[in-house]
């Protein structure tokens, strides 16, 4: 961005800038900045040419590759200018938030306190105000420009190449987990929902992003089995049989060895209220890159306070809460949540009689309020209803043909993908690009 205001200046765009905020650029940036100046107070044509002549004459030494045409959009040069400038300043206060932070971690120094006190308050604070809908413009330009040359978007990836190819056809439909989306993945019981969400945190974490995991419905020690058994190819009953086998126990550690080391948090003494995990996230915002929990309906409060209040209004309350804590965090949230009981009874559509075979929809998620206004995207896992030999065979294996349907994707696309899930292995597999939803 720096090179392309340079450049634009020499095309004749007037840029000026204080001794403060000149500051906030690269050496090169300032060398020709000034040499600019320069040109302008000795009068001559504003060319290449005689700027680099008026660092000569200033004794400021100007690289003549520096300046260069980045921008492919008609845009204000002024405005470039004030997007570098609001990004380098909230990028210093970030950076040293989170070396307050560590500092505080460490001596639990009050003084220390107080100073993360006094930037978080200037972080928060924003002034409310109506402007026009140009000032916005550059920042779009900017980030089609990201999208024109293949620069990865702000958020969490879930495929990347040469890191994980498990969720490659899943990326393709949701692109990028954006830092302030809210995510639902929503199933019946029994059908791999916390083993799906595990194993989207193991894509993540060899993708390079760190996480915080709270899980109300089964212990930490649990959580680890399963990614153990998974890693390995390991099922417990070739651990727990009557006969010792060696070669499993060994294939099994080798597994919890690796997965051990995934850079994920998880919670011990889960807060019964929401209102609790919210600070904890806070207290780790710092520190990861995303935040998942299982489940939503399992927080039994919002605050401690809401104990006469109906489960419904309860859980709408904490849905609106985490999109909000998404939003001020930038951090993506992934929350698990049930379906009801009678999933896909009014219309069977996609369903059978078995309702681990119908196809959900929004409305039948359990006490859902506002979470579907308040989800970016949503996610849906039910059963593929299969030829009764063919889904008798994969059943006698433990092995299920699980729909991923995604139900809402906004911004993007809602497609329905297939995949085989291992439940005695905790495995997920694509098993075909995606069809379209009807």
Do not use: C
Request: zero cysteines; glycine letters at 6%.
């Amino acid at each position: 961005m720096q090179k392309t205001i340079i450049y634009q200046m020499l095309k004749g765009d007037e840029v000026n800038l204080d001794t403060n905020t000149l500051s906030f650029f690269d050496v090169q940036f300032k060398n020709w900045y000034n040499a600019i100046q320069t040109a302008k107070e000795l009068e001559w044509e504003i060319t290449k040419e005689n700027v680099e002549l008026a660092g000569h004459y200033k004794n400021v030494i100007l690289d003549p590759t520096y300046p260069q045409d980045e921008m492919p959009f008609e845009v204000s040069t002024q405005g470039l200018v004030n997007r570098y400038i609001k990004e380098y300043e909230e990028k210093v206060l970030t950076n040293n938030l989170k070396n307050l932070l560590l500092e505080y971690e460490k001596t639990k120094n009050p003084d220390v306190l107080e100073r993360i006190n006094r930037l978080t308050s200037l972080k928060k604070k924003e002034t409310v105000k109506a402007v026009p809908l140009a000032n916005y413009e550059s920042e779009q330009l900017a980030f089609v420009e990201r999208i024109r040359n293949r620069e990865p978007l702000d958020g969490v990836y879930l495929y990347k190449y040469g890191h994980t190819q498990q969720f490659k056809q899943l990326s393709k439909v949701l692109h990028v987990i954006a830092p302030s989306d809210l995510v639902i993945i929503a199933g019946r019981p029994s059908v791999g929902k916390t083993s799906f969400a595990l194993s989207i945190a193991n894509a993540l974490g060899k993708n390079g992003y760190k996480g915080i995991f709270f899980s109300l419905e089964m212990t930490n020690a649990q959580l680890l089995n399963r990614l153990a058994m998974a890693k390995s190819g390991i099922p417990s009953n070739r651990l727990y049989g009557e006969t010792v086998e060696i070669n499993a126990i060994n294939e099994y550690v080798k597994g919890l060895k690796e997965v051990s080391q995934l850079p994920l948090l998880v919670v011990d003494n889960i807060p019964n209220t929401w209102l609790d995990i919210k600070n904890l996230i806070k207290a780790h915002a710092h520190e990861i890159d995303y935040i998942m929990i299982d489940y939503l309906g399992l927080i039994s409060s919002f605050d401690g306070k809401d104990y006469n209040q109906p489960t419904h209004t309860i859980v709408s309350n904490i849905s609106r809460d985490m999109k909000l804590l998404a939003k001020e965090l930038g951090k993506p949230i992934i929350s698990l949540a049930q379906f009801n009981r009678n999933v896909g009874s009014d219309s069977k559509k996609g369903g059978r009689d078995d309702d681990r075979y119908a196809e959900p929809f929004m409305r039948d998620l359990r006490d859902s309020g506002s979470i579907e206004q308040d989800a970016d995207k949503m996610i849906f896992l039910y059963r593929k209803y299969e030829e009764k030999t063919i889904r008798e065979k994969h059943e006698a294996n433990g092995i299920y043909t699980i729909n991923v349907k995604i139900e809402k994707n906004r911004g993007g696309s809602t497609k329905i993908l297939e995949y085989e899930f291992n439940g005695a292995l905790q495995r997920w597999k694509e098993v075909e690009k995606w069809k379209e939803m009807y």
